[in-house]
């Protein structure tokens, strides 16, 4: 097969969630529009009426299709939990407010659109400059207005006095909440939660235990809420150098919990009273505390780390055709209560939810380039992983978690673009790690004697077969900055990778790697074929960015610049 066959062949590969992904990173990134903001904010409240009539068969499509289905992805299951358990508690409440007689069915659906009007309000006015007007009126008085008239007997003016009432009670309960002063020669005391913690293991657990190591060598005091591990786990929080308060959780994983939102994050506030809150990637927890953290008026810093609005394509159906325009929602009505955002993939600044957000700054994660060095070059570990010991052909590595959401399942086709069957064979491939697309690809390889598939490779071993291997190379585009580039670079490893997301932020042409064009199997083969002859003299250049941008103290440092512009920004939004 020639290799505009493959790039042919590879279209029938592609499921609608592939096709969907394609187009929101190749096609120019949206700017907010308040049009746009409008239909869909509008849309889902028109859809959420007319779902109600069917709120039993909604709840078994969206909290039960995802654990019957084999998804791939703990992001879909966790998504799909999150999005039908929004819709279990909000629907299922109204109809138990209605059937006891608390308040009339017209009461709760007339003030809940004047809530999402007055959400809608605050988003846009906020986006648009009037931030002032935004936080302090629409969505700090007018839409708890709203809301407590929906779901209460009152009339509008006692609805009104309970508000003022609440307000004043959480603007009390805010001060006991945070530091009495802003930190002097001592430090800042930094709050992080989410569900990036051991036993979890992953690129976000590495990163953020890392922050918390480079927090406490620089003298700041770091607490952690979250609902993984126990005290004394490997790789966990304490052993980082942080204290820890627990709270309840839901296994989804035998691994990975997903933190309850609820009262004992206050709690948490309490106890520890922080300067500000990073918020470690979107999760249910996080998404939902983020808005009690603004109302208390502690400084918050929105870490992503992931992209869910790319995600959610791979949800099951209905989910999966609504997620990213669900998503965007979400994002606009919630972000602006962060008062700063670290962005893993700095294109993602360009979407229409960090539209008129006063601070959002890319963000460098950092690598241990002590465990990735070229100096672990090894020739029986590259005759290993070369198919039939051919170490005369360069190899060329991926290494990933093998799930649809990955583009993985694109992989053999893009291999045989490279190496066409009956053509000299330019390379040998090793394909490192597992999941649920594993099996589909070694099926689609059975035969070639030009792939290796080892299964899950870790630490030394891990290390060592970076530094051996000659490329690396990623069909992937659902990522933001992965790990596995920098960890790359900083083995000496050229990287091959698409031209969308975080990639062209850490690679460039020529110097460190190449690019092509978004699942374009004919331009990966042109990539790879070029970068080849360009490896041994790319190898140093790679090195030397790992040193020079991608480590662990300053990727820490960028954190508390982050930190420091926040709490000395003035116009940084605050609950009046």
Request: glycine letters at 10%; proline letters at 7%; aromatic letters at 8%.
């Amino acid at each position: 097969m020639t290799s505009a066959a493959a790039a042919e062949s590879i279209k029938s590969l592609f499921s609608l969630a592939d096709q969907r992904i394609i187009k929101m990173v190749v096609d120019p990134k949206p700017r907010y529009s308040l049009l746009a903001s409008a239909g869909i904010f509008f849309t889902f409240s028109a859809v959420a009426l007319t779902a109600a009539a069917a709120l039993p068969l909604l709840l078994v499509a969206c909290l039960v299709v995802s654990y019957l289905e084999d998804m791939g992805t703990s992001a879909s299951v966790i998504i799909s939990t999150f999005m039908g358990g929004i819709y279990a508690v909000v629907i299922g409440s109204g109809y138990g407010l209605v059937a006891s007689g608390w308040v009339p069915w017209e009461k709760l659906v007339g003030s809940g659109l004047l809530f999402v009007c007055a959400l809608f309000a605050a988003t846009g006015a906020y986006r648009l400059g009037a931030r002032r007007l935004a936080l302090s009126v629409l969505l700090g008085t007018c839409a708890p207005w709203a809301l407590f008239h929906a779901v209460t007997p009152l009339d509008p003016i006692r609805a009104l006095a309970l508000t003022i009432a609440c307000k004043v009670f959480v603007k009390a309960l805010g001060a006991a909440c945070q530091a009495p002063a802003k930190p002097d020669g001592t430090g800042m005391r930094v709050l992080l939660t989410g569900d990036s913690f051991a036993p979890k293991l992953d690129g976000p657990m590495l990163i953020t235990g890392n922050v918390i190591r480079g927090l406490v060598a620089l003298g700041h005091s770091v607490h952690v809420y979250c609902s993984n591990g126990h005290p004394g786990i490997a790789y966990g929080p304490e052993l980082a150098g942080a204290t820890v308060t627990r709270g309840p959780g839901v296994e989804v994983f035998p691994t990975h919990r997903i933190t309850i939102p609820g009262p004992w994050f206050v709690w948490s506030l309490l106890k520890f009273r922080p300067h500000i809150i990073q918020f470690i990637d979107l999760n249910p927890h996080n998404l939902l505390t983020l808005p009690v953290a603004w109302l208390l008026g502690v400084p918050c810093v929105l870490t992503h780390l992931s992209r869910i609005d790319l995600y959610s394509s791979y949800s099951p159906m209905p989910i999966g055709y609504i997620g990213p325009s669900l998503m965007r929602l979400i994002l606009e009505a919630t972000t602006m209560c962060a008062s700063g955002h670290l962005l893993g993939d700095p294109s993602q600044a360009a979407q229409p939810w960090f539209h008129g957000l006063p601070i959002v700054r890319g963000w460098d994660w950092g690598i241990d380039t002590v465990l990735f060095h070229p100096k672990k070059a090894d020739k029986k570990v590259k005759a290993q992983y070369c198919n039939g010991g051919r170490t005369d052909l360069p190899l060329v590595l991926f290494v990933g978690r093998m799930a649809p959401e990955k583009q993985v399942e694109l992989l053999p086709a893009m291999i045989e673009a490279v190496n066409p069957p009956g053509q000299k064979p330019v390379c040998r491939f090793a394909l490192i790690g597992g999941g649920p697309s594993a099996e589909f690809i070694r099926g689609a390889t059975a035969g070639r004697d030009d792939v290796v598939m080892p299964g899950v490779v870790r630490g030394e071993d891990l290390a060592k077969c970076f530094a051996s291997a000659d490329l690396f190379f990623t069909p992937t585009v659902t990522g933001t900055m992965d790990l596995v580039f920098l960890e790359s670079m900083a083995s000496g490893l050229p990287v091959v990778g698409p031209r969308a997301v975080a990639v062209p932020h850490v690679v460039t042409d020529g110097v460190n790697g190449q690019l092509y064009e978004v699942c374009d199997a004919a331009d990966a083969a042109r990539a790879i074929r070029a970068a080849l002859p360009l490896a041994g003299k790319m190898k140093k250049r790679c090195r030397e960015i790992a040193e020079e941008r991608f480590t662990y103290a300053a990727m820490v440092q960028r954190c508390v610049d982050v930190y420091g512009t926040v709490l000395g920004e003035e116009t940084a939004p605050k609950q009046e």
